[in-house]
């Protein structure tokens, strides 16, 4: 959704480099384009005058540090700005000291809130809570009915005792029963059965109107929520803060939920909804599936949109997705120690890297990849199931010794995948490039990377007689063509060879966030 953003704030921040020092016509200069590239992703005008003047006054101040160049001075600033826009600091659920803690849900039709309420209750069973969610949306056709199977595909119990307008459309406007007093009963049984949370879904409609209004404050009174939702779609601009707007004046509510920030809409209702409504972003969903959901932090966001990942939802993600026991063995054999690493060992490290999601989801959260986004953007899942039939359709034995795979076990392979030889082949050695290097990687030396231990690889020429030399142009030099059955190291597997130089920029500009910083810095 960002991508746009963050090129444009990419370039501006690479007309910085090089200078000495920050001018008053390059603050001008780089609030002219911050301002442009924010308008262009339909960020509230009010929003954007107040973003800027602050980035202006702050670049002028005396705060600026002697140890930043101009370019991460700027950065440091306008990541500071984006955190505080996005609303400052991380917003928690409120659980009411008596349970049932009850959560209303709001929002227009079409913005989501019936998955969402799924995706909602999902999240609460997995922090140890027993949600119950409550199908007080009686008037769009079928509600219920979708409540009922998300709740079902969830694990999560649904409280539906009318089954409202299951009809035709024609009978939109005369629902079977009676929102409110469903939303009522619902506190009571989940007393009853012993819920700790009541989500409650209510009704929408395509747009604001005075009975839509009414009655969600008819359940709101009915049910006295300790936490109102406005459930927001992504997509829909400048219109989300218009709409989230006449909500605070009708309805009232805590927070708000972002819904399809996997979209590819430009993104100002994410950084505009916060300041202009006073109310902060508490969780974000970004994809179809349930577990596609997570409380918002403002300041990753602020890291996203400026090309510097996301470490800490990745470093979460892969805690509750990798067995540390596993993965602790893999490592070992990587480091030289327990056995070598095989191939059985990476399809199960690969498959559960997959458990977090697409890959170039999760490639995406990696700092310094925004000179990669079309290459990841361009990652076909389909390729991995390829790899994957490859090694299952090896013996035990040749998962552990890849070694051993000859022409003939290589074209049984294929025969058995339903893949060509070519692409066994080009597995198998790209398998064994890539774990030379992570097994440098595992002994804290890796050649030919900056900034990292380990004697550089010097280009050899060749001194045969009649024979072909390394060209001394760097560009023709890297349009020769690669040996027969080499890969370069730094490949994907099963997809294209990705750009060395724009890899060792990225591995340059790696930086620890913070919070990690200090723990690896001070190990006490």
């Not at 490592?331 to 199960?348: P, R, V």
């Amino acid at each position: 959704m960002f991508d746009t953003l963050q090129d444009r704030l990419a370039a501006t921040f690479k007309n910085l480099r090089g200078k000495g020092r920050l001018s008053e016509a390059d603050i001008d200069a780089t609030a002219r384009e911050i301002r442009v590239a924010l308008l262009e992703a339909d960020v509230n005008l009010s929003v954007v005058k107040d973003f800027i003047t602050a980035i202006k006054e702050r670049a002028r101040g005396a705060e600026l540090s002697g140890a930043l160049n101009p370019a991460q001075q700027v950065i440091k600033i306008v990541n500071e700005e984006l955190v505080a826009i996005l609303g400052g600091e991380t917003r928690l659920l409120r659980f009411a000291k008596r349970p049932p803690t009850v959560i209303m849900l709001a929002g227009l039709q079409g913005s989501g809130k019936t998955t969402l309420a799924a995706k909602l209750g999902l999240w609460l069973k997995e922090q140890g809570h027993s949600p119950l969610l409550v199908a007080a949306d009686l008037q769009r056709p079928n509600a219920v009915n979708q409540l009922q199977v998300v709740g079902q595909r969830a694990g999560v119990h649904v409280y539906a005792p009318d089954p409202g307008n299951a009809s035709s459309r024609s009978d939109i406007d005369q629902p079977s029963g009676d929102p409110v007093a469903v939303a009522r009963s619902s506190i009571a049984e989940a007393e009853r059965r012993l819920y700790d949370v009541v989500i409650v879904d209510t009704a929408g409609r395509l747009g604001v109107d005075a009975e839509m209004m009414q009655q969600a404050v008819d359940i709101r009174d009915a049910v006295h929520p300790d936490e109102v939702l406005f459930v927001v779609d992504a997509m829909i601009g400048q219109d989300a803060v218009n709409t989230a707007n006449a909500f605070a004046e009708g309805v009232g509510f805590d927070g708000v939920v972002l819904t399809k920030l996997d979209g590819d809409a430009r993104g100002g209702a994410a950084l505009s909804i916060a300041r202009v409504t006073g109310s902060p972003i508490m969780f974000a969903s970004n994809g179809e599936a349930l577990t596609d959901f997570d409380v918002f932090h403002p300041d990753r966001m602020a890291s996203r949109i400026l090309g510097m990942g996301d470490m800490l939802t990745l470093i979460e993600q892969a805690e509750k997705t990798f067995d540390a026991e596993q993965s602790a063995k893999a490592a070992a054999k990587l480091a030289g120690h327990g056995g070598e690493f095989g191939l059985a060992d990476f399809l199960q490290q690969m498959q559960m890297v997959r458990k977090m999601g697409p890959l170039s989801k999760v490639f995406g959260m990696l700092p310094g990849m925004g000179d990669l986004k079309d290459r990841i953007a361009g990652i076909d899942e389909r390729d991995v199931d390829h790899i994957e039939a490859i090694i299952h359709s090896m013996t035990p034995g040749e998962r552990e010794n890849p070694k051993i795979i000859d022409g003939s076990r290589r074209a049984r392979i294929a025969k058995g995948a339903g893949v060509e030889v070519s692409e066994v082949n080009t597995l198998i050695n790209r398998f064994f490039e890539a774990r030379k290097m992570m097994s440098s990687l595992a002994s804290g030396s890796v050649p030919g990377l900056p900034g990292l231990p380990g004697p550089r690889r010097q280009p050899t020429r060749s001194k045969k007689k009649g024979g072909k030399g390394v060209s001394g142009n760097p560009a023709k030099r890297n349009a020769a063509p690669h040996p027969a059955g080499h890969a370069e190291p730094a490949a994907a597997f099963g997809g294209e060879e990705l750009d060395k130089a724009a890899l060792e920029k990225a591995m340059a500009e790696f930086q620890l966030p913070p919070e990690l910083r200090s723990r690896f810095s001070n190990p006490n």
